[in-house]
C-alpha cells in the first residue's frame, strides 16, 4: 500500500520562502517511490520579499499560500486543513522561508518560536508516532517544537547553526549534503541539502532521495 504523505511548503525561492530544487526533488522522490502526497502552507503573508536577482529586499507583499502554490502547481491546501491523521508523515522542504515564515529561526535563533500551526502539526505527527523529514535549514522546526525530546539531526556542518539547535536541546551531527541522519527514537530524518550553497545538484538528489526512502521505511 502506497503511504500519504503531507509537506509543508513555505512560500516560493531560497532567500525569503522555500527552496524551489529541494521542494520539486522532494516531490519527484516521493514519486520515484510510489507515495502520494498532498502540499501545505500557511495562508499568512511572508515575512519579506526578496529580489532574488539582486538579493536586496524590496518593498512588496506575498502570500506564503499563494507562493507555494506555484511550486505546486496550483494543487495546494491551506495549512488549516491539515489533518495528520490521514496521513503516514509529514516532509518539511528548506529554504529560508523555514526560519521566516514557519518560525522566527531566522531572527532569533534558539530565542525563537515555531509558528502555531505549524508547531502544533509537527507535534500531531510526533506524538501519533509518525515520522517526520527535515530538509535544509527545516530541522530547526523540530529543535524548536521538539527540543524537550532531545532530537537528533543535522543541518550539515554549519557550527554556528547547530550551536543554536542544540542549545534547544537538539543532538547535533555534521554531515555532507548526501547524508541523512536517522533519529530512530523519535522517528525523525534530516538532511542538509543547501545548507552547502555550492553542492551538486545530484548530492542534493541524494540526499533527498534517501530521506524520503527512511521515511517510507519507518
Not at 502547481?73 to 503516514?88: A, F, V
Not at 510526533?126 to 523540530?142: Q, R, V
Amino acid at each position: 500500500m502506497s503511504k500519504n504523505i503531507a509537506i509543508i511548503l513555505a512560500g516560493c525561492g531560497y532567500l525569503d520562502g522555500a527552496e524551489i530544487r529541494e521542494s520539486v526533488l522532494t516531490l519527484l522522490a516521493l514519486d520515484t517511490e510510489g507515495a502520494r502526497y498532498d502540499i501545505f502552507a500557511p495562508d499568512r503573508d511572508q515575512h519579506h520579499v526578496i529580489n532574488h536577482l539582486s538579493g536586496e529586499e524590496v518593498k512588496e507583499s506575498r502570500n506564503v499560500l499563494m507562493e507555494s502554490a506555484r511550486i505546486a502547481r496550483g494543487k495546494i491546501q491551506d495549512l488549516k486543513e491539515l489533518d495528520s491523521s490521514k496521513y503516514d508523515a509529514l516532509i518539511l522542504p528548506g529554504g529560508f522561508g523555514a526560519a521566516k515564515n514557519l518560525s522566527d529561526f531566522a531572527f532569533k535563533g534558539s530565542d525563537g518560536k515555531v509558528s502555531s500551526d505549524v508547531a502544533k502539526t509537527i507535534k500531531d505527527f510526533n506524538s501519533t508516532n509518525k515520522t517526520i523529514g527535515a530538509i535544509c535549514i527545516s530541522p530547526a522546526l523540530l529543535a524548536l517544537a521538539l527540543g524537550d525530546k532531545k532530537p537528533n539531526i543535522t543541518i550539515g556542518n554549519d557550527e554556528s547553526t547547530a550551536s543554536e539547535l542544540q542549545k534547544l536541546g537538539a543532538v547535533h551531527a555534521n554531515t555532507a549534503p548526501n547524508e541523512i541522519i536517522v533519529d530512530e527514537t523519535n522517528k525523525l530524518v534530516t538532511t542538509a541539502a543547501y545548507m552547502f550553497d555550492d553542492a551538486p545538484l545530484n548530492d542534493i538528489f541524494t540526499g533527498i532521495h534517501s530521506l524520503v526512502k527512511k521515511v517510507i521505511e519507518l
